[in-house]
């Protein structure tokens, strides 16, 4: 059972727009999301995070809005950048669950120049 | 510094073969962790250690072996691998287990080649 799922396997936009990755949850107990971005051969880097009491989170280029009624979460990068091309995973934790993290599958990223 | 440093970075063994990975942190977190990771798959959390101690193990064969010599230091010593073992080992830490809003951080991996 995936309790995580980002649907997406991949995405390309052009450099300058926007990139929307987008990531569904199922477990009402998570209370903490966070993504997390992997170039190959390396380990993932944090991003951004948000916690289940609000619904949107900002640092720089990166937003991150949460839907808890339609248990969704999305990552929006503006404007996207070709160093921003890599793999994003959507991570959601439950602190009744210790704060185990549990991923998404991932969305891989291109932006062309 | 937010750094997670893991060594070696590229490890091939024999299924016969005994060896160490080894990872290290100084932001003074307290709970690190271990995740296998196989290609075009998210990461697997595999152990969990807080203050020292072993609080996780998500059912991990025993082939791997983890210690935690210090707060700074984990290490998980690999024995009679099989060649479906091969991945990406990643080390995680992160402040406390179990804190509210407490990211992990990541270091690069090893990358196990069994043979």
């Known amino acids: 059972d995936q309790q995580v799922k980002q649907n997406s396997p991949s995405l390309s936009v052009q450099e300058g727009r926007i990139s929307i990755l987008n990531c569904d949850y199922t477990?009402?107990?998570?209370?903490?999301f966070l993504w997390y971005k992997k170039y190959p051969a390396e380990g993932p880097t944090f991003l951004i995070s948000i916690s289940s009491i609000k619904d949107k989170n900002e640092d720089g280029r990166f937003t991150v809005f949460l839907n808890k009624s339609a248990k969704h979460l999305s990552l929006h990068i503006v404007p996207s950048q070709p160093g921003d091309s890599a793999v994003y995973f959507c991570?959601?934790?439950?602190?009744?669950?210790?704060?185990?993290?549990?991923f998404g599958q991932g969305t891989t990223l291109q932006v062309k120049p | 510094d937010t750094e997670v440093t893991q060594t070696p970075k590229h490890l091939v063994m024999g299924m016969t073969n005994k060896k160490s990975l080894k990872c290290e942190q100084h932001m003074g977190h307290r709970a690190m962790y271990w995740y296998k990771q196989k290609a075009k798959k998210p990461p697997e959390l595999m152990f969990v250690y807080s203050y020292e101690k072993l609080s996780i193990n998500e059912s991990v064969p025993s082939r791997f072996s983890p210690e935690c010599p210090n707060s700074s230091l984990l290490n998980l010593h690999l024995h009679a691998l099989q060649p479906e073992d091969s991945a990406l080992y990643l080390c995680a830490s992160s402040q406390v287990l179990g804190a509210p809003f407490d990211e992990q951080y990541f270091g690069p991996g090893t990358r196990l080649t069994v043979t």
């Open positions: 477990n009402s107990m998570f209370d903490y």
């Open positions: 991570a959601a934790s439950a602190l009744s669950n210790t704060g185990k993290l549990i």
